[in-house]
């Protein structure tokens, strides 16, 4: 571990550092609940504010009402803000993993491999007798991991580990691709359910699910949070970092272990859902600095706050039809992304 004040005045991390802005981690938790509430109240049925806190008091009488609150929505926002903290966590993990603010876990695998293994277990369940969500769960899970574990064989091999890393994960990701491609031609009847997974989706969100989904992004914001000193001296650079003390293989094994947890299962419950592991640590960097002790819970907070939203968005705006979730995000994450590389543009140039 890195002690107090070894990093403090480092250059990489006073150099891209911004104002302090302690007000950014409140903020984005009241926004985060302000959303919930919001989700809760709109809908194919909506339910009042009134009603909602009627409901969350226990002096709701409305049995129709409650069962739509309490067993349909709320597990789903839930999911949803939990997912969405997964995805953004993982981000900047890539990001601070690779130095490199465009990475994300796509980028090393994670997702192909675990969209990859869930693809397999649809193709399974329909040969074997039926579709069995545990079963593309679990393989998606398998994925992701044997996925990462093939990365990471690779890339220690490699002179440089950080940049072959790199290179193994855009290999295999891209072979991922090209199977999830024949998987799909051959899945004949299960080709549009399929598809419709790989867009991102939280419809089929339960209980079951945030149980063990929540404790994950919980699990995964303290980790970083514990390790937010030795990732500020991992911007220095491997030989800055060594200097102070730092073991960055060892660092470096464990982000890619966090990476392909938190990836691989939120790619399990939620489908392909592109660009939140991209924009949201991209975009809290340039508010709140490099420096990871004071970005790692707004980030957490804005990703599960962008993906409520964007799930809310998505069942509501063409209802009673639901657009992918996945859709959603690329189709307002990519113009968000294209404004940010715009304002990052040096004065003066073409």
């Not at 574990?149 to 940049?163: D, F, I, K, Q, T």
């Not at 799930?311 to 063409?318: C, E, N, P, Q, Y």
Request: some cysteine.
């Amino acid at each position: 571990m890195i002690r107090e004040g070894q990093i403090g005045q480092s250059p990489a991390v006073r150099g891209v550092a911004a104002p302090r802005a302690s007000w950014l981690a409140p903020a984005l938790a009241v926004a985060v609940l302000a959303a919930m509430l919001f989700a809760l109240a709109v809908g194919s049925v909506a339910v009042p504010l009134t009603q909602i806190l009627r409901g969350v008091s226990g002096l709701s009488r409305d049995e129709v009402a409650t069962r739509i609150l309490f067993d349909t929505r709320l597990p789903r926002i839930l999911l949803a803000g939990s997912v969405g903290a997964m995805l953004a966590i993982a981000g900047l993990a890539s990001q601070t993993l690779f130095r490199n603010p465009l990475a994300t876990p796509s980028i090393i695998g994670v997702s192909n491999g675990a969209a990859l293994g869930a693809v397999i277990g649809g193709l399974l369940g329909t040969r074997i007798g039926g579709f069995s969500y545990e079963m593309s769960a679990g393989l998606s899970v398998l994925g992701g991991f044997g996925t990462t574990g093939l990365v990471y064989a690779l890339g220690r091999r490699g002179p440089y580990y950080g940049n072959t890393l790199l290179l193994a994960g855009i290999a295999i990701a891209a072979l991922c691709s090209a199977l999830t491609t024949a998987c799909l031609y051959l899945a004949g009847e299960r080709l549009q359910s399929i598809v419709f997974w790989l867009m991102g989706g939280l419809w089929q969100a339960n209980w079951r699910q945030v149980s063990l989904v929540a404790p994950l992004a919980l699990a995964g914001l303290a980790t970083m949070v514990v390790w937010s000193r030795d990732l500020n001296a991992a911007l220095l650079g491997e030989r800055s970092a060594r200097d102070v003390g730092l073991d960055l293989p060892r660092l470096q094994l464990r982000l890619l272990a966090l990476i392909a947890v938190l990836t691989s299962v939120a790619v399990c419950v939620s489908g392909v859902i592109g660009f939140v592991g991209l924009i949201v640590p991209h975009l809290l960097r340039l508010i709140a600095g490099a420096d990871h002790r004071r970005l790692i819970l707004p980030v957490a907070l804005a990703g599960a706050l962008l993906l409520i939203v964007a799930d809310t968005a998505a069942r509501t705006l063409a209802s009673p039809a639901e657009i992918p979730v996945g859709i959603f995000t690329a189709v307002t994450g990519a113009p968000v992304f294209l404004w940010m590389l715009q304002k990052r543009r040096p004065a003066g140039a073409p």
